[in-house]
Each structure stands twice: as structure tokens, then as C-alpha cells.
């Protein structure tokens, strides 16, 4: 039980579907994180949020939507996707913010 | 500009022996932390052990330790006695420590550690 849960585990999309991912976790943290890992390349920070406020956009497509309607919950809208944009999602949570330590088991996403 | 080096994309070690995993970063702050986490194939990322800048001494926790040579900027991970189970994908990390910054953790491209039986 790695206390941050995602679902779903696997998604496959086209690329005009709508999807979300979404990631909850009941650890008291205040501070969560989208991070994209894609194959070959380092973990790639997404967005963060810190008590519910975005403190962080790092260049993301507006394709990708985040959303965090309270500090346990956080979810990631997808639209319009590109097959590059197939990789493993990976949510993490911290009680402060800029150091993460507990991720979620991720979502492998493919964009058809 | 903050940067985490791994140079072994790969390695193979016996069971029951010690194995040392390569970090490098770069960072002109003063203070910052490091960081190595575990990923297993089933893909959760599980954070191993934390070392400060300022710590004087390596960290430990378990099996795991971080050979910390701040002058060299290294930040290897040693875990001692492998076990099957430590058969996983390694990253290495490293985060500012001011709390004031809303700033990011970066990531290696990480070392995949296969452990024979």
C-alpha cells in the first residue's frame, strides 16, 4: 500500500477521446504532483499544487487540464492527445511542497 | 543550470552482494537534497533515503546507504546484500531545500539493476 492511489492503471485513448486520470491520497499532505515518465527520459514534472492552488505549470500542452478540488484529490483531464503523449503518469503527494516522496503506481497511458 | 547524471543505464549483480549505483548532479545552490528512489515493474516509484547538503554524515537506512562526496558531487547509492527482490529501475534525484522556492525535484534517467540468482 503505497498510501497515493491512481486509476485507472492502464488507459488506451484516441486521439479525439476525453479522458481523466485521477489520484487520491488520505496522507494529511498538502502538496501534490503530476509527473510524466516517458520511455528513455527522466521523470518530466507536470504540475504541482499546494494547498489546492497551482504553484506550478511546467510548459504543459493545454491538452492536458489539471484539476484539484481538495487536497486529497487531484485529477488530470486529457483532450485531445498525441501518440507522444503515451507514457506512464505518476502522481505524488508531500507534506511540503518541492520534496516528494510518496508517488502513486501510475497510469500507463496510449494515445492510438 | 540543475542537472542528475546516471552513466549506468544497466548492471548485473549476484545475489547476496553489495552493488553501488552511480549519481552525479550539479547545482550552484548551497543548500539542496538527494534523493534515490526505487520503481519496480509495477511501476510505483518508492523513495529509498534522503541526503541533505549540510548532513556531515552518509545517510543509512536498512540495506541502503548514500555515499555522499559533496566535493566531487556524488551521490552514490550502496545497498548492501542484494536480495532477488531488489531487481528494479533506480533514479536518482536531487531538490532544492529552500522552502521558499516553489522549485522542482529533477531526476536521472535512472540505472535498471538486475540481481542473478
Known amino acids: 500500500e503505497t498510501g497515493v492511489t491512481q486509476t485507472p492503471r492502464h488507459l488506451v485513448m484516441g486521439m479525439t477521446n476525453k479522458k481523466s486520470l485521477k489520484c487520491e491520497q488520505h496522507l494529511g499532505h498538502n502538496a501534490m504532483y503530476w509527473y510524466k515518465q516517458s520511455a528513455k527520459k527522466p521523470l518530466e514534472l507536470m504540475f504541482v499544487?499546494?494547498?489546492?492552488?497551482?504553484?506550478e505549470n511546467n510548459s504543459v500542452p493545454s491538452r492536458f487540464s489539471p484539476e484539484c478540488p481538495n487536497s486529497s484529490h487531484l485529477f488530470l483531464h486529457l483532450h485531445t492527445l498525441q501518440p507522444e503523449d503515451s507514457a506512464l503518469y505518476l502522481c505524488?503527494?508531500?507534506?511540503?511542497?518541492?520534496?516528494?516522496?510518496?508517488f502513486g503506481p501510475g497510469t500507463r497511458l496510449t494515445v492510438l | 543550470a540543475q542537472k542528475i547524471t546516471q552513466t549506468q543505464p544497466g548492471m548485473f549483480v549476484q545475489e547476496k552482494e553489495a552493488v553501488t549505483l552511480d549519481c552525479t548532479y550539479d547545482?550552484?545552490?548551497?543548500?539542496?537534497?538527494l534523493f534515490w528512489y526505487k520503481q519496480p515493474s509495477s511501476g510505483e516509484m518508492i523513495f529509498l533515503i534522503y541526503q541533505g547538503s549540510y548532513d556531515e554524515q552518509n545517510a543509512t537506512e536498512g540495506r541502503y546507504s548514500l555515499n555522499f562526496q559533496k566535493a566531487r558531487k556524488s551521490a552514490n547509492l550502496v545497498i548492501s546484500a542484494s536480495q532477488l527482490g531488489d531487481s528494479a529501475m533506480y533514479f536518482c534525484a536531487m531538490s532544492p531545500t529552500l522552502m521558499n522556492r516553489d522549485d522542482k525535484i529533477i531526476f536521472g534517467k535512472g540505472t535498471r539493476l538486475h540481481i542473478l540468482p
Open positions: 499544487y499546494n494547498f489546492k492552488e497551482q504553484t
Open positions: 505524488a503527494s508531500s507534506q511540503v511542497l518541492a520534496v516528494p516522496k510518496i
Open positions: 547545482t550552484s545552490d548551497q543548500s539542496y537534497g
